[in-house]
């Protein structure tokens, strides 16, 4: 039977040797503990792309949009709201294809929307005559 050298502290039986020591330096190879020193210079690249402003940009059917959603049928609305967004965000990145498909969209679904509430509200008018 092979006996381990241990010493006794507060009662405890402790190896004869000591663990290894923490390590607390950064390896190179972690990119996550090396961080820029301060001064070091930082190199940032920025792409920019200089976009034509579009001359007379179709309509967004924003506001009309977003009446059709509060006042008439909102799944449809919220529908025409978000084709509406999309109208400007083409505009400014200046695809006019994008933007006068999504207008054209934006104004169905508007119109879908109002007609959709309008034949809601008449039968639940019809609905209460008759009922009573």
Known sequence: MSEEKASLVDGERQPAYAPPPYEATPTPQDPVKTQPV????????VHQ???????????DFLIPSILACIFCCWPLGLVAIVKALDVRNAVVVGDR???ENASRMAKNFTVAAVV???????LSIIINVVAD
């Open 116 to 122: 959709c509430g309008i034949i809601i509200i008449l």
């Open 97 to 99: 294809p994008r933007a």
């Open 49 to 59: 792309h200089h976009v034509m402003p579009m001359h007379d940009p179709p309509p």
């Open 38 to 45: 301060a001064g070091q210079a930082q190199v940032i690249h």
